[in-house]
């Protein structure tokens, strides 16, 4: 019997689903009003917006914009599972080699066109030709459109994780016309099925977006949740205006030239919380800092010596420093709110004892040579826990040293193992929040973060990273994330530092603003 | 002068040569490409790899300059790869707006930077020109950076009279681009106004030292008809090289101010795209920058000619 899948929210999800194995389906509750409509909502943003192209692009500010404009078959609710979204239901076969997705009734593009299976066959056509996670459709065989309202994947192999894959909105298999099938990469025209459609995009001022009014909003739910539920579009008109300088979005905040921003300065914030008109909305957990070692070259190819660096961090005074205060103490790479959570590995984090430290460092044969911190201020965090982290050695005994170049040069240099660094300071976004094998990837090969000697991947990481992909049952899977977790840290092929909190703000009239990944502008309106 | 004109085009061909080879070269040895900008804060080194196989980054270098210029030679500017606009087309928006703002900017600079060097000269020694000069100085050493959030917070936060950011074109609503526009001119302007003050100062002293100065003097010229025909009219030659030097300065260097108050303007589109490494736009942008540039300085040359007749019969 094949595994039926269709998601209600909160309760109502739960009554309808024992429902439907009685074979009626209750009417749900109410779905949600706009309690008022109209008016122009201007957000300030804090990057330029280079391409909607969703398929294309992976950048956080295309997916701000675009996420608003086109749906998926399947996205994530609000705690990161998958739910249907312009499906009407998936099911999966027993021998998982079959998805078959069957789609809503109704649905248009923003240019009048009805939505087809047709449409859904030639997106995943052009993304299996640009698409920058096509690595996804690695097994899968071919995909068909039955009829019209019909769409099936076949798979060349099972893979438990293909859901999951399917359902990212890290860079997400948008649904768009057959006719943009063709379309080059960066040069999508934006035309999707969501609540609000392109009016205006000047690349470096601003995208103005206006309420579509054939909106077909999905009746399996009553209130948005996560990318997908039911969406309405309560304002007029949207407007992202790119606000690079972070004053300057403060003073937009002020005025009310901008109804909502996103990245407020630290240090702006106590003066804003006075302020009535302003409500504060922090998002938690926005990415962890890391640093990531190179294992291929000395001193940190040893473990003795990576475990002294280990050893000797205190991770309150490095997030305080990047962050300014808004960061929480994380174990690992998924954070506590989330199912995947585990602290395996917690007795290597956090540990702050130097005298541990210049011990494992004694025993590790260190000679005294520099070791490279590779960072960044495109990203002040980066830079400022580079900078602590740099003291905490020195402290130790370690000759740290920072160098210091632009984001692009430092994401180069990365990549390869031979040019002069020890510690690459990034950041985990997207992927924690996509759950544990999104960010597990970091680990794998091609070039796993680590730079493992010769090329060669330690093999009992990989066959933990295997186990999370293979194992069919959900449960193993979890084990063998926690696993491989662990081994991260007892190896230390990462130093996961805490997380960091985005605080956004809005005037005090804007409601249902809730902060997530993107901010959503569904289910929002002024009260006033 | 039309002699001079055309040398001076036909100059330009091997200085827009020499530009777009330093700039091709130079974005290539620039470490980092545009797969970490496309990829973000989150792709792994297998998606950057494929990005960087899609754009053809991988090809050898003396490759990828074949097809630029091959294109080039075909007027292809090539097309950006983060905007996914061609090169020219963007170029085309952007170029009026900050064009719009510089002119905005060079007015303010000559009417205030001339009047007060005039001023200061005519005054020398006085109150007015230790004011005038006190605040040439202050406007060479303020950052526009900070003059801007100063403006910002004064004029937006706490008067309300201006909006904090933002662009409106002129063709769209003047007043609308006269709101958006002034504090980012006058930001612009500042550090020019100093400059032209104090060199049309220096200029006028000189000037009207002398002689032919004293003989206007001398034959009872009313003080207006000495300033204005004699004493000015002679100064202006070096202050007009000031002034096309500004006018370079002012397009060139609009991209702090454009970034602070969200002006879609060139600077940014440069700035964002040397720091993207969108080497097409990059390489394209700056050819048709200089090419601009290029023609202002052939038109301060032709303004010398109109302004000074030696210059007219010197010519061949």
């Given at each position: 019997m094949e595994k039926a899948i269709l998601a209600r929210s909160g309760l109502a999800a739960t009554v309808a689903c024992v429902a439907m194995a009685f074979g009626t389906v209750p009417a749900l509750a109410a779905p949600f009003k706009c309690p008022r409509v109209g008016g122009d909502f201007v957000f300030g943003q804090?990057?330029?917006?280079?391409?909607?192209d969703q398929p294309a692009s992976n950048t956080i500010s295309t997916r701000n914009v675009a996420m608003n404009i086109f749906e998926t078959l399947i996205t994530r609710d609000e705690n990161n599972n998958p739910i249907p979204d312009l499906a009407d239901s998936y099911t999966e076969s027993p021998d998982r080699l079959t998805y078959t997705f069957k789609l809503r009734n109704g649905v248009k593009f923003h240019n009048g066109k009805p939505m087809t299976s047709a449409d859904v066959v030639a997106s995943f056509d052009r993304y299996a030709r640009l698409?920058?996670?096509?690595?996804?459709?690695?097994?899968?065989?071919k995909w068909e459109a039955p009829d019209a309202s019909t769409f099936i994947i076949r798979m060349k192999e099972a893979q438990p994780t293909f859901i999951e894959l399917l359902s990212s909105f890290s860079v997400p298999v948008v649904i768009v016309p057959?006719?943009?099938?063709?379309?080059?990469p960066m040069q999508l025209k934006t035309i999707g099925t969501g609540p609000w459609q392109l009016v205006d995009f000047v690349p470096g001022s601003h995208v103005k977006l206006k309420r579509y009014d054939g909106y077909t909003p999905n009746?399996?739910?009553e209130e948005r949740t996560?990318?997908?539920?039911?969406k309405q579009a309560c304002f007029d008109t949207v407007t992202f205006r790119i606000v690079t300088e972070p004053g300057a979005r403060v003073a937009g905040l002020k005025t009310g030239e901008l109804q909502g921003v996103e990245d407020l300065p630290t240090k702006a914030l106590d003066d804003l919380k006075k302020d009535k008109n302003i409500a504060i909305v922090p998002l938690l957990n926005w990415w962890i800092q890391v640093a990531a070692p190179n294992t291929s070259v000395a001193p940190t190819d040893n473990v003795l010596f990576r475990k002294a660096v280990q050893a000797a961090l205190d991770m309150d005074e490095i997030m305080d420093a990047a962050t300014d205060g808004n960061y929480r103490l994380n174990v690992g790479f998924q954070y506590p709110n989330q199912p995947s959570y585990t602290d395996a590995g917690k007795e290597f984090y956090n540990i702050k004892d130097p005298a541990k430290a210049k011990q494992l460092l004694a025993q590790s044969g260190y000679k005294g040579e520099p070791v490279v911190l590779l960072t960044n201020k495109d990203y002040a965090s980066m830079y400022n826990a580079a900078l602590v982290m740099a003291e905490q050695l020195k402290a130790v005994g370690i000759k740290a040293e920072l160098k210091v170049v632009d984001w692009p040069t430092s994401v180069n240099m990365q990549?390869?193992?031979?040019?002069?660094?020890?510690f690459f300071f990034t950041g985990y976004g997207t992927q924690p929040a996509l759950g544990a094998l999104a960010t597990m990837q970091f680990f794998t090969p091609p070039n796993a973060n680590y730079k493992p000697k010769d090329g060669k991947d330690d093999p009992d990481l990989m066959a933990a990273w295997n186990d999370m992909n293979s194992k069919p049952d959900a449960k193993d899977r979890q084990a063998a994330f926690a696993r491989m977790q662990a081994l991260i840290y007892e190896r230390v092929y990462a130093l996961p530092f805490g997380s960091l909190t985005k605080v956004q703000g809005v005037r005090a009239n804007v409601q249902g603003f809730k902060p997530f990944r993107i901010p959503r502008m569904s289910n929002v309106w002024f009260s006033n | 002068m039309a002699g001079v004109i055309l040398r001076r085009l036909a100059g330009a061909v091997p200085v827009l040569l020499i530009v777009s080879l330093i700039t091709f070269g130079m974005m290539r040895l620039i470490p980092g490409d545009p797969s970490s900008v496309i990829g973000g804060l989150s792709a792994t080194p297998a998606q950057l790899a494929q990005i960087r196989a899609d754009l053809g980054l991988d090809e050898p270098f003396f490759l990828q300059m074949l097809k630029w210029y091959t294109a080039l030679a075909h007027g292809d500017l090539g097309r950006s790869i983060l905007l996914g606009q061609d090169v020219v087309g963007a170029t085309l928006q952007r170029l009026p707006v900050t064009l719009a703002l510089s002119a905005y900017a060079l007015v303010i600079t000559v009417v205030f930077g001339l009047c007060s060097g005039v001023f200061a000269a005519l005054r020398q020694n006085t109150v007015i020109d230790q004011l005038a000069m006190m605040f040439a100085m202050l406007g060479i050493s303020v950052p526009n950076f900070f003059l801007g959030l100063l403006m910002i917070i004064l004029f937006a936060v706490r008067l309300g009279w201006l909006p904090t950011g933002g662009y409106i074109a002129f063709t769209d609503d003047p007043v609308g681009w006269l709101r958006t526009s002034t504090m980012p001119a006058i930001s612009l302007a500042l550090l020019q106004v100093g400059l032209l003050a104090r060199i049309t100062r220096s200029t006028m002293l000189e000037v009207l030292r002398q002689d032919y100065i004293r003989t206007a003097r001398a034959k009872g010229l009313p003080r207006r008809v000495v300033v204005m025909k004699h004493a000015l009219a002679n100064a202006l030659i070096p202050i007009t090289t000031v002034v096309g030097i500004i006018v370079s300065l002012l397009i060139s260097g609009s991209v702090v101010t454009e970034t602070l108050f969200s002006i879609p303007g060139m600077g940014q589109l440069l700035t964002q795209a040397v720091l993207n490494r969108d080497y097409p736009m990059v390489q394209g942008g700056l050819l048709l920058t200089t090419a601009f540039l290029v023609m202002i300085n052939i038109a301060v040359d032709a303004c010398y000619a109109l302004l000074d007749p030696r210059v007219r019969y010197e010519s061949p």
């Open positions: 804090e990057a330029n917006v280079n391409s909607l698409g920058l996670e096509r690595g996804m459709f690695k097994n899968v065989d057959a006719e943009q099938k063709d379309d080059a009746t399996h739910f996560g990318f997908g539920g039911y990549l390869k193992p031979d040019t002069g660094w020890n | -």
